[in-house]
Each structure stands twice: as C-alpha cells, then as structure tokens.
C-alpha cells in the first residue's frame, strides 16, 4: 500500500486529481508545484518552486524527500498554450515553440530527476512515473504531425529509460517508467475532444486512479518502460 507520495506538477489537471486521490486514501502527500494551490487542498503539504535556480529546486526537493515518498509522480507537460497549438505539418514548425515544449516537457522533468538521483539510488522499492504520452512512442506513430509535442515527449521516454539504467546499478528494487495517462478532460485534451469514442475521455478522478492502480502494481521487472494507462507496456 502506498504510504507516502510526491507529486511534481500537481497545480491542476491529472497532477492535481493524483494528489487529491492519495489524500483522500490517507497517504502522506507531498506537492511541489510553480503556483501555490494549497487553499481547498487540506491534507497535503504543499511546496511552491517558481524553477528559480537549481540551488532553489535542490532545497524544495530537500524538503519534500523529509517525508520518505515510496511514490513519485512527474506530472509535468504542456501540448499546446496561448502561443501555438500543436502542428499539423512541418511547415508550422516553430523552432522558438519547440523549445518552450522542451522546457517544460523535458528540461524541467531532468531537473527534478537529476535531484531525486541520490534518493532513488537507494530507497528500497521507490517507484517513479513520469507522465509521457502514446504520441511520444516511435513505433506507435502512423499519423505525423504534432512534432514539438511528440518529439519532446520521446525524449522525455528516452530520459526514463537513460535513468532507470543508472538506477538500477545502484538499486536493484527500483522501478522508474514513463505513462500514458490517456485522454483526460483537461485544458490540455480540450481542444480535441470532438469525435472521440464514447468512453474514451476520463474524468481527472478516473485517470487519477488509472495511474495509482499503475503505480501499485510496479515492481524493478518494469524499469524503463513506456507505459499505458492500463499498465501494458506501449513500444518505444
């Protein structure tokens, strides 16, 4: 049973429904997160971090790591903003945009991991899920398109993969994937809603409790893969 949980990116959207999920199961919650949305969200413990500074972000994950989290949730990602929806053809392609998404889709996930290296080196049994996406899976790409999204959530996979390696030379019981949460009413998923099949898009509760079912049945046999929301394992 999960005891204690870290939520990285929970402001809104699945990261939210996953911290509330584990609150109201009466786990340990520990959010880190750029706004502080702790008003109407009793039960957790709340960690704002603006990405100021490396040395700022290390002292955040210096406080959430006090309460021992056996899971952790990046939840990190932005397919499309007041800037740029996502391309159609190449031709749309924004190398300013493509950034951005490498920001906060990438970058940022790095950061975080890079600081939690030290911990998931040595907590026994921890488990870490980063929230990618099955447009990020090369071999499951027939459609095109999408490129800053899909390429910088590739890399983000390949970030998992890279880190379970190292991990797992040190921690054998460690058990770090990346996940496809699947289609969620949220502002990321709203603008392309129309025409989906009829139960295909989840509540943030629903999906909230996909990924803790997720969570729960990870073991160190499952390091480095590319999930989905039902736990199969998705091709790179």
Request: with cysteine.
């Amino acid at each position: 049973m999960t005891q204690s949980v870290l939520v990285i990116g929970a402001s809104k959207g699945i990261g939210l429904a996953l911290a509330r999920h584990y609150a109201d199961a009466g786990a340990t919650v520990c959010v880190i997160s750029r706004q502080n949305n702790s008003a109407g969200n009793a039960g957790m413990h709340w960690l704002q971090d603006p990405l100021l500074s490396e040395e700022h972000s290390a002292q955040v994950v210096k406080h959430a790591l006090l309460y021992q989290p056996d899971t952790i949730f990046i939840c990190n990602g932005v397919l499309h903003d007041d800037k740029a929806m996502p391309e159609k053809t190449i031709r749309q392609l924004d190398t300013a945009i493509l950034a951005d998404r490498f920001l906060t889709n990438v970058q940022v996930p790095a950061l975080y991991l890079k600081l939690l290296f030290p911990y998931l080196s040595k907590q026994a049994n921890v488990r870490v899920l980063a929230l990618s996406a099955k447009v990020g899976s090369i071999g499951d790409n027939a459609l095109g398109g999408w490129y800053s999204y899909r390429i910088s959530k590739a890399a983000l996979n390949m970030l998992v993969k890279n880190l379970s390696i190292e991990v797992g030379r040190l921690n054998k019981t460690a058990a770090i994937v990346s996940v496809h949460p699947g289609t969620t009413d949220t502002a990321l998923s709203q603008p392309f809603q129309q025409n989906l099949p009829q139960g295909q898009l989840q509540t943030p509760a629903a999906t909230a409790q996909r990924l803790a079912r997720v969570a729960a049945g990870l073991n160190a046999e499952k390091t480095g893969l590319l999930l989905n929301w039902d736990g199969t394992a998705l091709p790179w």
